[in-house]
């Protein structure tokens, strides 16, 4: 069982959101062109969140999206879900008819309780996930990536200043 770029998509544009967004919509442009996803497709998952009210969208000069509730009270799960991102491990799609007729007269396999399981650890696991806890992530990544870019630079300059080499 995988996430489909359906799921991977959303919520890569949903932390590129919430990472831009100070005080100002953004596009949806922005994000496709920062995070390599088409425009339409972007369009097609945020039409799906707009109706879930996790987006809000704003018309007119400067508009684009927002979040419509604070970043902290969005979960990964909550993302997945509203774009219709199947999370089932199942064979039957949880109708319990694995090995059988897709009419449901068929019967339960034998790791039907294992799969079904999985898919309550999934959810469970992505509903304690929020966006702010992503953003956050990023956030200390991208601190820990400047101090190293910092610290390197730093080093070499005055490597070069000790040998003369300026």
Not at 111 to 136: C, G, I, P, R, Y
Request: charged letters at 20%.
């Amino acid at each position: 069982m995988r996430l489909t770029t359906k799921g991977r998509f959303a919520v890569t544009a949903m932390l590129d959101l919430a990472m831009q967004q100070v005080g100002e919509p953004v596009t949806l442009a922005g994000i496709s062109q920062r995070q390599d996803i088409s425009l339409s497709y972007l369009e097609q998952l945020f039409s799906k969140l707009r109706r879930q009210d996790i987006v809000e969208s704003v018309r007119g000069p400067g508009g684009g999206y927002n979040l419509a509730r604070p970043a902290q009270k969005v979960t990964v799960a909550d993302i997945i879900i509203a774009v219709d991102e199947p999370l089932d491990a199942t064979q039957c799609g949880s109708k319990g008819n694995c090995q059988g007729n897709e009419h449901g007269s068929g019967t339960q396999c034998m790791t039907h309780n294992l799969w079904a399981n999985l898919n309550e650890k999934m959810l469970s696991f992505l509903d304690s996930v929020s966006l702010q806890d992503l953003v956050d992530q990023q956030l200390e990544k991208q601190k820990c990536s400047d101090n190293a870019v910092v610290i390197v630079h730093h080093t070499q300059t005055e490597r070069a200043a000790r040998t003369g080499s300026v």
